[in-house]
């Protein structure tokens, strides 16, 4: 498999490091505490297309937020992830 990275171009998995589900929002601090244990300990394991965070550790450092297929591997779109609180468009 190979990653589009969007500052180093297409590039080997072995140089990314998969950094977990990125549909997953942070509750509120005040949420109740299911919500937390959903948060912390819950992931879905979808079978076809999924967004996931990535690293790129072995190359420029960059977070990137993949759409991949799982069952394919086919990667549809590969974009840095945002600072915490900015808006991705
Ligand atoms: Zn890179």
Redo the contacts with the bound molecule.
């Keep these: 498999m190979r990653i589009p ?4 171009g297409d ?1 080997p998995l072995e ?1 990314f490091t998969y950094r977990g589900d990125a549909t997953v929002t942070r509750p509120a601090a005040a949420a109740p505490m299911e919500a937390w244990v959903d948060y912390v300990y819950l992931r879905d394991n979808p079978k076809g297309p999924h967004r996931e965070h990535w690293r ?1 550790a072995q ?4 977070w990137l937020v993949v759409d991949r297929n799982t069952v394919t591997h086919e990667i549809t779109q590969a974009a840095q992830a945002r600072p915490a609180g900015e808006v991705q468009r």
């Design positions: 990275c969007p500052l180093c590039r140089e790129h190359g420029c450092g960059s």
